[in-house]
């Protein structure tokens, strides 16, 4: 009542405005009010610093009816009226000259949808007087609709809201829609383009045009990202696992590159339709990745496959066909997983797909409640009374994500007795703490890790993924560490050949070690149950050592050979010897550097070929001296922002297709689209998924402009030109 009071005076006040019938909300919304129509002796001095809500000018007669008594003003920053405060300063009242149009506009529209910076749209220019708008054409009002609705289906997926709610029942009118009560809402808030297209049609009219709005926002996006990879050159293809939305298998699709600013940018370009039954899957992917989104797959030099699963041997098939049809994109692995992760996650091996399947049950569960980690470090305490220092190592270790870390395999054995007594007392829950939902996942942790195909699969991966653990951590280390990293994989493979060719040997070992962990669990050793179901008549014949040699420590053994091998070839591992040109590993151990056979790797890619022998030596040179006290760039991108480095073209070159490899560390802030992605499928339930939506929330820093949206949008669907 009090705020209702306050806008009659001030409008009472405001002579010839003719705004004493106006609601207060209106008021509040559509209009300004300069501080130079009120006197000094209406402020007080309290010094606030809060963001301007514009300026106008004493002659426009733009009032300001606020539920707020603060204002920022440029002559007098920081002032806040007094509650009696009443605008006394007014100029005459100007009358308008012939033609002139006296301005009275209720609510503009060339301001921006929010005050926010984190979306940058480009709005349409202001819009006509009144006068001028009666005979307008229907087209514009049409395009003035579809503003309207872009700019809502912008909002809501930035902030990654779903447009529409979904029902158990199937019926209609119980569904919610965000989108909808939007609309509304803006219409109650003076929208007259939306009025009148809710007072022409049925109520809940606009939801009809939402799939189009979604696939013009989806294309423009994507069209954005791809425009910017394009301009900038070089870029590598990454994937991650396929992922299920509305009912559909998609395949995420990522690509790294470098800005003008000559910093790496991982950019989400959307997701390729992943239908496994097609028989030439991979053509059709290739295909859509090239013609429909525009992807210059020339430009490619690097690509990188994360997958698990059933649908590796396609992503295989996929990461194969473009490597045959662009054989300069390098096939690497993805350095946001390790090394052992991305060897383990692609195994088809059963052992092994149940550690991978109970590992995500434990970082789930463990995730839920600060309470059940403290159930987990009372049980670690309780299995190493005398050894203070290594209990408190585990649980710093059980606090981080360490079932993604190098050492997981070894971490799990070493806990897996405290976290089997951590999950059996939540599941018996004696002091009714935990709800039947906590209760049952402890169950099924507890039946997994009783099982002693994954104690023996545990085994298996910790004494085959230790040879490859300190080659891993070093390629997603520094330069220096990558370029020993690439040195030392002969070795690798020399050690995991030896392995195969004594595998009965290992073996050996491995299974005691395995058998003496499941008799301390009190857990029976036997071939896995589904076995002995499908070969119920054979099973008395197997033994448990020969049937694990034969499926789970061989298999293992020769699929991380066989991926070393693939995602290690001979240009993967010379490109990643030419990081011994960045000056810091140049300064620090000259026996590194690289030939000049190695860098010729680049020899297409460069400027100028011919002085490549000379630019290399000169650039050698210019870093092998070191001054007192004087500091090298030690990384890509800061090497790339050094001034001198415009006189070695060639150089830079290499540098810039080395920034967009994926198995190189990402510098900071290079990754934010994917860990938004992981946040996207993380909080958005599955029935509430949406491509378009996904690319809106990931990639939410792209400039919209929505002219050019409602050109598409009128060129896609041209039978929505006409005003119902």
């Not at 209406?42 to 300001?64: H, K, N, P, Y």
Request: include cysteine.
């Amino acid at each position: 009542m009090y705020f209702a009071v306050r806008c009659q005076t001030w409008a009472e006040s405001c002579q010839g405005t003719k705004l004493g019938d106006k609601p207060v909300e209106q008021l509040y919304r559509n209009y300004r009010l300069c501080g130079k129509h009120f006197e000094a002796s209406a402020f007080d001095t309290v010094s606030l610093v809060l963001r301007s809500r514009g300026e106008c000018e004493s002659d426009q007669r733009q009032i300001m009816f606020c539920y707020l008594d603060v204002f920022w003003f440029q002559d007098a920053p920081g002032k806040v009226l007094k509650d009696d405060a009443v605008p006394t300063i007014f100029d005459p009242p100007a009358q308008p000259k012939t033609g002139q149009v006296k301005r009275g506009k209720e609510t503009p529209k060339d301001e921006d949808v929010g005050s926010s910076d984190r979306k940058r749209i480009k709005k349409p220019q202001a819009e006509a007087p009144p006068e001028e708008t009666q005979n307008q054409d229907p087209e514009d009002d049409q395009k003035k609709y579809l503003k309207s609705l872009f700019e809502v289906v912008l909002l809501l997926g930035e902030q990654g809201i779903p447009l529409s709610g979904a029902t158990d029942d199937g019926d209609k009118s119980l569904k919610p829609s965000t989108f909808q009560a939007l609309l509304d809402y803006r219409i109650n808030c003076g929208d007259e383009v939306l009025r009148k297209r809710y007072d022409s049609l049925k109520p809940c009219c606009f939801t009809e045009d939402l799939s189009g709005l979604l696939e013009v926002c989806e294309e423009y996006v994507r069209s954005k990202v791809v425009e910017d990879v394009i301009h900038n050159g070089f870029f590598s293809l990454l994937t991650e696992d396929p992922v299920k939305i509305s009912g559909q298998w998609c395949l995420p699709v990522f690509l790294r590159y470098v800005d003008p600013t000559k910093c790496q940018q991982e950019r989400f370009a959307g997701f390729l339709a992943f239908k496994a039954e097609e028989d030439d899957l991979a053509e059709t992917m290739l295909s859509e990745l090239v013609e429909k989104w525009g992807v210059d797959m020339e430009q490619c030099r690097g690509q990188a496959h994360s997958c698990s699963g059933p649908h590796f041997s396609k992503i295989k098939a996929f990461a194969a066909k473009v490597t045959e049809k662009y054989p300069k994109a390098v096939l690497t692995f993805r350095s946001t997983h390790s090394l052992n992760v991305s060897l383990v996650g692609s195994m088809a091996v059963s052992g092994v797909r149940l550690v991978v399947a109970t590992f995500k049950k434990i970082e789930s569960f463990f995730r839920q409640s600060p309470l059940m980690q403290q159930e987990l470090d009372h049980a670690i305490s309780i299995f190493y009374p005398d050894k203070e220092d290594k209990a408190k190592e585990l649980k710093e270790i059980c606090k981080s994500s360490w079932t993604k870390g190098h050492d997981a395999f070894e971490v799990a054995l070493e806990v897996i007795e405290a976290l089997l007594l951590c999950v059996d007392s939540i599941h018996d829950n004696e002091d009714m703490r935990w709800n039947d939902q906590v209760t049952h996942s402890a169950l099924e942790i507890s039946k997994a890790l009783t099982d002693f195909e994954l104690i023996m699969a545990l085994v298996v991966l910790k004494n085959v993924i230790v040879l490859t653990q300190a080659f891993g951590k070093n390629l997603q280390g520094n330069a220096a560490d990558a370029v020993l990293a690439a040195v030392s994989l002969k070795a690798v493979l020399r050690s995991l050949k030896e392995m195969s060719d004594n595998i009965d040997v290992y073996h050996e070992f491995w299974y005691d070690e395995a058998v003496n962990i499941a008799a301390a669990m009190e857990i029976p050793v036997r071939v896995p149950r589904s076995f002995s179901r499908k070969y119920r008549g054979e099973t008395g014949s197997i033994q448990p050592d020969g049937y694990y040699k034969d499926h789970l420590s061989v298999p293992v053994l020769n699929h991380v050979i066989k991926e070393m091998n693939e995602l290690f070839c001979e240009n993967h591992l010379k490109a990643l010897r030419c990081l011994s040109l960045l000056p810091e590993v140049i300064a620090q151990n000259k026996s590194t550097q690289p030939e000049e056979g190695t860098v010729e790797l680049f020899k297409e890619d460069i400027p100028n070929a011919g002085t490549l022998s000379a630019e290399l030596h000169c650039w050698l040179v210019k870093w092998s001296k070191k001054g007192k006290g004087e500091t090298f760039p030690s990384s890509l991108c800061g090497t790339m922002q050094l001034a001198d480095v415009k006189f070695f073209p060639n150089m830079f070159a290499i540098l810039s297709i080395l920034s967009v490899l994926p198995s190189l560390a990402p510098e900071d802030s290079c990754d934010v689209a994917y860990k938004r992605f992981k946040v996207y499928l993380e909080n958005t339930p599955d029935k509430f998924r949406s491509k378009s939506l996904a690319l809106l929330n990931i990639s939410y820093d792209v400039d919209f402009d929505l002219d050019t949206m409602v050109e598409m949008h009128l060129k896609m669907f041209p039978a929505g030109r006409e005003v119902s």
